[in-house]
């Protein structure tokens, strides 16, 4: 198949990632971090002042990244007077910069620290500390900035997030929670009292998801939860009294909460609501909390991350469209004004060549981005995409990996197989236990619905993905010969070392996907073991320094199929982690890739 010209290169999808993230809105001036991929892949805070001026704050090699759970999150705060106190990447100490000085060290090496919040002279905030024999320890904290002692809050459960001080200042909330659980199968929202001591539990439970709290007032909070099989607003009183859906929908108000410090909602000036929610991606709305009302705003943005800032009746956060890169955006929720901030790249390609995707039911949700291109009589190649997590979810953002494949006339079809988050609890338990099972089925049903419509050669179908997703890519290939080969990105191949090897947020998560470990079990469900039925060429690529899923699990299965004769690439990059952000490296990848198919699709 001859590939047709595209202007998008390697280097405008490896460079097209800043990533904008993490808004901050006080005082008339927006703060943000961004990535900088020519830079190493670091990341530094920016500044917007009230006069459209911008700063960057932080200058290599400061990089302000936190390795809590090692996806890390929000890892800065801002003070009342406008001092930004973030976590630097090198050392994981915490750090406070006053008047664009040099940043000066508030806490020792040795632990690490997310979910910062800032208020009364102190940060309060997550603590993760591992010691020497390996075992982690959480708490939540709070360190004075002037200078002294850090004192312990809330200790004994496995992991926090989400510390909150009543307006009063007499209570702390937080959500915690126990191994095996990870947070959107069951956490507890509980209030401890600042003085005189005390703690209880005010919602939630073992199969319960209560997330994102934030004070109504000194004696009522705000929460989500998935009590109905959804996740929604709710407010509560401080006891657990009163429970009462702001705004019951079959819709989800929120995302997974992989990375510590997201705000899917935020509170008004005038008292309203600021709320994401949809299904699929989330939407911008203005909820009233005493009617219930629900409208949304008249904004160009299809999606927003779930990382919501205010200030009077201004909302900021990250918006998206498919033609439209993730954005930095302030919305007046009075005037409907709405204000790019910043852009996550400055130039964009001919819009013709920026694919616009069409929701499917294929038979699972997914979106179909057809392939630009001359007119032709043949059926075009298509390559499946398979998202991460498990727990994680496709969205419309503008992708340009998409366009670099969709303007060169390979069609991409986006699967929010079942497990997938976004269409309520029902849907995400379609995964428990069935890890290997339902995520491949689902693909491969998808894959065989793009033939059956006619949509794509079916000779021609590849299918890639990243962590989980490379770990369904390897499967699925396995199990189905529907594929023309197969990529992977940091996959996983094999469970029991990912069990004992992998770090300690994910290392109970393979007994909700698969089960207890069980020889027999996982040997019928990982590809390392399945191997034997691989009988397509693939790809695999991995960073050197990946903490979550290490490279053994990489190596190990392109050793497997190179033993067995199937045509395997295995591509390592020093320096890379858990997700690949230096140029370079992106570069090499996506040529990798693309040459992978070309030959695939000859």
């Known amino acids: 198949m001859p590939f047709w010209p595209s202007p998008i290169s390697t280097r405008d999808v ?77 050392d994981q100490r915490l750090y406070i910069l006053r008047d664009y000085g040099e940043p000066k060290p508030l806490t020792e090496e040795g632990c690490r620290y997310a979910d910062l919040l800032v208020r009364d002279g102190q940060v309060w905030c997550v603590r993760e500390c591992h010691d020497d024999d390996g075992k982690v320890t959480r708490s939540v904290v709070s360190i004075p900035l002037d200078g002294g002692e850090t004192r312990e809050w809330a200790t004994g459960c496995d992991f926090y997030a989400s510390p909150a001080i009543s307006p009063d200042g ?63 607003l709710y407010e509560i009183g401080l006891h657990g009294d009163g429970l009462r859906a702001i705004h019951a929908a079959e819709e989800e108000f929120t995302l997974p909460p992989w990375r510590l410090g997201g705000m899917p909602y935020t509170v008004l000036g005038d008292g309203r609501i600021a709320v994401l929610h949809g299904r699929g991606d989330l939407r911008l709305g203005v909820l009233d909390p005493v009617s219930g009302t629900l409208a949304d705003l008249d904004v160009p943005h299809d999606g927003w991350d779930a990382a919501l800032a205010a200030e009077g009746t201004s909302v900021t956060g990250i918006g998206y469209a498919p033609t439209t890169p993730r954005s930095i955006v302030s919305v007046d929720a009075a005037s409907g004004e709405t204000r790019t901030l910043r852009r996550d790249r400055a130039h964009l390609p001919d819009p013709a060549y920026l694919p616009v995707p069409r929701a499917v039911e294929s038979p699972v949700p997914a979106f179909l981005y057809p392939p630009y291109g001359p007119a032709t009589d043949g059926v075009p190649p298509y390559v499946i995409f398979v998202h991460g997590g498990p727990t994680s979810h496709a969205d419309t953002a503008l992708d340009l990996e998409k366009a670099f494949l969709t303007s060169r006339g390979i069609g991409v079809l986006d699967v929010n197989y079942g497990g997938s988050t976004g269409y309520g609890r029902a849907y995400r338990d379609r995964l428990k236990g069935q890890w290997g099972l339902v995520d491949v089925a689902d693909t491969v049903a998808a894959a065989e619905w793009l033939a059956a419509e006619g949509l794509a050669d079916p000779r021609r179908i590849a299918v890639r993905g990243g962590s989980a997703g490379g770990w369904t890519v390897m499967a699925a290939c396995c199990r189905s010969d529907v594929f023309a080969g197969g990529v992977s990105y940091f996959g996983v191949s094999a469970l029991a070392p990912l069990v004992a090897h992998t770090h300690d947020f994910e290392s109970r998560y393979v007994e909700w996907l698969v089960g207890p470990e069980d020889p027999q079990v996982y040997a019928s469900r990982e590809p390392l073991a399945l191997v034997d039925g691989v009988t397509c060429p693939m790809l695999l690529l991995q960073g050197l320094d990946d903490p979550v899923v290490p490279p053994e699990q990489s ?48």
């Open 170 to 232: 007499r209570h702390l909330a937080y959500v915690c929670w126990n191994h095996p659980r990870m947070p959107w199968d069951g956490t507890e929202l509980r209030v401890t009292r600042l003085s005189g001591g005390g703690s209880w539990t005010v919602k939630g439970g073992p199969t319960e998801s209560v997330l994102a709290p934030a004070w109504k007032d000194d004696t009522g909070l705000y929460l989500i939860s998935d009590c109905s099989g959804w996740w929604n």
């Open 555 to 602: 190596e190990a299965f392109a050793d497997a199929l190179s033993e067995r004769g199937v045509p395997c690439t295995y591509l390592a990059f020093e320096g890379e982690s858990h997700g690949f952000r230096r140029t370079e490296t992106r570069v090499a990848a996506l040529a990798a890739e693309l040459a992978f198919y070309q030959q695939l699709f000859a």
């Open 14 to 90: 490896a460079r097209s990632g800043v990533r904008p993230g993490w808004p901050t809105a006080h005082g008339g001036r927006v703060w943000w971090t961004e990535d900088r991929p020519d830079e190493g892949g670091r990341t530094t805070i920016m500044c917007r002042a009230a006069d459209g001026t911008e700063h960057e704050l932080l200058r290599a090699p400061w990089n302000a990244r936190t390795r809590v759970h090692e996806y890390g999150g929000r890892p800065y705060a801002v003070t009342p007077d406008g001092e930004v106190v973030f976590t630097n990447l090198k």
